[in-house]
C-alpha cells in the first residue's frame, strides 16, 4: 500500500511563501495523476492543482500565477510552492494521487495544516 505523506506546512504572513512537500513510498512514475487539495472546516475540499504523467498542470482561478505543482520522478517527491500567500489560503493542505487513467483519487495523505495570519 504506498503512502503519501505531507510536510512543510506552517504559519505564515500574507505574501509570505510556503513549498509544501508530498512524499510517496511508491513510484510515483506509476500514478497519472498527482494532485493537491485544501480543505477548511465545515467545506468542502477543493483541488487546488493537479499534474498529470503527460505533464499537463491546472490550477484553481484563485491561486493561478501563486501556485505551482512539480514532481521529482527520481525522488518519488511531489511539491506545492505557494507563493503571495493570502488569509483566505488557510487551510489543510493534502496530497493525492491516482494510477489509473480515470476514476478517484487512490492515495491520500494526512494532510499538513498551513495557516495565512498577520
Known amino acids: 500500500q504506498v503512502q503519501l505523506v505531507e510536510s512543510g506546512g506552517g504559519l505564515v504572513q500574507p505574501g509570505g511563501s510556503l513549498r509544501l512537500s508530498c512524499a510517496s513510498s511508491?513510484?510515483?512514475?506509476?500514478?497519472?495523476?498527482m494532485a493537491w487539495y485544501r480543505q477548511v472546516p465545515g467545506k468542502q475540499r477543493e483541488l487546488v492543482a493537479e499534474?498529470?504523467?503527460?505533464?499537463?498542470?491546472t490550477t484553481l482561478n484563485s491561486v493561478k500565477g501563486r501556485f505551482t505543482i512539480s514532481r521529482d520522478n527520481a525522488k518519488n517527491m511531489a511539491y506545492l510552492q505557494m507563493n503571495s500567500l493570502k488569509l483566505e489560503d488557510t487551510a489543510v493542505y493534502y496530497c493525492?494521487?491516482?494510477?489509473?487513467?480515470?476514476?478517484?483519487?487512490?492515495?491520500w495523505g494526512q494532510g499538513t495544516q498551513v495557516t495565512v495570519s498577520s
Open positions: 511508491g513510484n510515483i512514475t506509476t500514478f497519472n495523476r
Open positions: 499534474l498529470y504523467s503527460t505533464g499537463v498542470t
Open positions: 493525492a494521487a491516482r494510477s489509473g487513467r480515470s476514476g478517484p483519487m487512490s492515495y
